[in-house]
């Protein structure tokens, strides 16, 4: 295992369609997190899952979105209707949560073009 | 709410030289861990160094430290020797000891080191 991986890497959409991204994370790792990144800013955070269970959402996860961790190992994000401001970079990054704050190793990302 | 903030859009350094990346934050929390990362050029974002605000000692990894001053909510980062390795987009990170452990990010400081 070599880190977290996310596919596709580059993804480029008409606006109204829909789109699917999946992060996998390190395998050991019991909790995963969902990050969006717009140019000149630093990563949001969206969502994140402790095993399966998806256990917050910020706002910013408007019902368009959808993620899901079937399994308690990869994770998908959908998202719905793709509007042009969804364009952005989405990372995942996956971490041991034993107790307090760990390391949260991340992804390559996934960039999104919306036209 | 946990805001960071980091005022240095962009900086350069020459090579060999030593440079200190500021930031600061806001939160009411009182047990809580500060990070860096480091996201080069299209590369994934790798943590450089992380501090628990319940230590006074400041960390120190190789040629990276921080100047950590709890009271004055500042958690600057100071790079020694700078390499051209170096080049890259540094996020501070704020992470509560609490709940989700989700970052709260920065908007990013890209540094240039010049040969």
């Known amino acids: 295992d070599t880190g977290v991986s996310q596919n596709p890497r580059h993804k480029i959409t008409k606006r109204g369609q829909n789109v699917t991204f999946r992060c996998d994370p390190i395998s050991e790792h019991n909790r995963l997190y969902w990050y969006r990144q717009t140019l000149g800013q630093g990563p949001e955070f969206l969502t994140y899952f402790q095993n399966e269970a998806q256990l917050e959402k910020s706002r910013l996860l408007s019902d368009r979105f959808s993620a899901e961790r079937p399994k308690g190992s990869f994770s998908t994000l959908e998202i719905q209707r793709t509007e042009q401001g969804d364009s952005a970079m989405y990372l995942c990054?996956?971490?041991?949560?034993?107790?307090?704050?760990?390391?949260?190793?991340f992804g390559p990302g996934t960039r999104l073009t919306v036209l | 709410a946990q805001t960071v903030t980091q005022s240095q859009p962009e900086m350069s350094v020459q090579e060999a030289e030593t440079v200190t990346l500021s930031c600061t934050y806001d939160?009411?929390?009182?047990?809580?861990?500060l990070f860096w990362y480091k996201q080069p050029p299209s590369r994934q974002m790798i943590l450089v160094i992380r501090q628990e605000a319940y230590k006074q000692q400041n960390a120190t990894e190789n040629r990276f430290s921080v100047n950590f001053q709890k009271a004055a909510k500042s958690f600057s980062l100071k790079i020694s020797d700078s390499q051209l390795g170096d080049t890259a987009m540094y996020f501070c990170a704020f992470m509560k000891h609490v709940a989700g452990n989700q970052f709260y990010f920065g908007t990013g400081t890209s540094l240039t080191v010049i040969p």
């Open positions: 990054a996956s971490s041991l949560y034993l107790s307090g704050g760990g390391e949260q190793f």
């Open positions: 939160t009411s929390e009182n047990n809580y861990y």
